[in-house]
């Protein structure tokens, strides 16, 4: 079956995504599956890029902050993931934020007051109005895009991967102009043991009063091939879907069709580091894309459709 894969590239310096289409190309009908990474501005050019827009102070040596926030590792995993499906004839959309969190986070809805227990859409340390306004353009910007591709694959009767990495620890600071000290002193060996260690994979399928809104099909298959394999999976253990997030939102527009995975980092870093650009280890995205892949492939059906079960 013929094949083809888009080069993700930046249409114009101020893009918000980088969107990359792999698998059998028109007139095949709408992509099958969507992997979306929201916080896939991943790389230390990702978060300069948008810094130089802002005029107003940030906290000193706050990309030491980018670089434990965000989700490095994901964008390698979605396109290993979106290549082999594209092998078995499934058509996939990967959507790559490039707004950084460590500015305004993608997958928060910044209405309202901050959720407890949960980190602000736009930090409390971004107090410049002028570029308050910008990062609010930037991330609703981001939403039209992302509801484009959900309406698009979901609509049509495909699925969705919402896919985030995590710190191996669940490591609490508070989010402010001392963040970065605040680490620091959290990241010393030491302090650092006491912290939580976090599960290898975490499937984010269920909400806070019990409802199960991702595919259980999929879900069951995952933890099935994941322990079978020798990694640790574990379902809703790091947190559950918020209303807060715009994964909560698109898993409820799409009811059955969207999954949420955290993967732990160091199950992808070569190795994975606090506080610096991690280089991220072909071999290790293969270990966990081979399985998402395979799971995604049986839920969508060889032929690209959906699986009756």
């Known amino acids: 079956m013929r094949s083809e894969e888009s080069s993700p590239a930046r249409l114009d310096p101020d893009a918000v995504a980088e969107v990359a289409r792999f698998g059998p190309p028109p007139p095949a009908g709408p992509p099958r599956l969507l992997v979306e990474v929201p916080h896939g501005a991943t790389r230390r050019a990702d978060f300069e890029a948008v810094r130089r827009r802002l005029v107003g102070a940030l906290p000193p040596g706050l990309e030491a902050y980018f670089h434990v926030?965000?989700?490095e590792g994901a964008p390698e995993l979605a396109l290993d993931v979106a290549?082999?499906?594209?092998?078995?004839?499934?058509a996939t959309v990967v959507l790559r934020s490039l707004v950084p969190r460590t500015l305004i986070d993608v997958n928060r809805v910044v209405e309202g007051e901050v959720a407890a227990g949960m980190?602000?859409?736009?930090?409390?340390?971004?107090r410049d109005e002028d570029d308050r306004r910008l990062l609010l353009a930037l991330h609703a910007r981001y939403q039209e895009e992302a509801r484009r591709h959900y309406d698009e694959v979901c609509g049509a009767g495909g699925i969705a991967l919402a896919l985030h990495t995590y710190a191996p620890r669940a490591v609490e600071v508070e989010v402010g102009d001392e963040v970065v000290a605040q680490l620091r002193r959290a990241y010393r060996s030491a302090r650092y043991a006491t912290w939580e260690l976090?599960?290898?994979?975490?499937?984010?399928?269920?909400?806070?009063?019990?409802?199960?809104?991702?595919p259980p099909a999929l879900s069951s298959l995952l933890r099935r091939s994941f322990?079978?394999?020798?990694?640790?999976?574990?379902?809703?253990?790091?947190?559950?879907?918020?209303?807060a997030t715009t994964g909560f939102e698109h898993s409820s527009r799409w009811p059955g069709q969207v999954l949420c995975v955290e993967v732990r980092r160091d199950l992808l870093g070569a190795p994975w580091r606090p506080f610096v650009e991690s280089r991220i280890g072909p071999r290790k995205v293969a270990r966990v894309a081979r399985v998402l892949a395979a799971c995604l492939g049986a839920e969508l059906g060889a032929d690209g459709g959906r699986l009756t079960r």
């Open 69 to 71: 926030n965000t989700d």
């Open 83 to 90: 290549r082999r499906l594209a092998a078995r004839g499934v």
């Open 119 to 126: 980190s602000a859409g736009l930090p409390p340390y971004v």
């Open 198 to 214: 976090r599960p290898e994979i975490d499937l984010i399928t269920g909400t806070g009063d019990g409802a199960t809104l991702a």
């Open 227 to 243: 322990s079978s394999n020798g990694t640790q999976v574990a379902e809703n253990r790091s947190y559950s879907l918020h209303p």
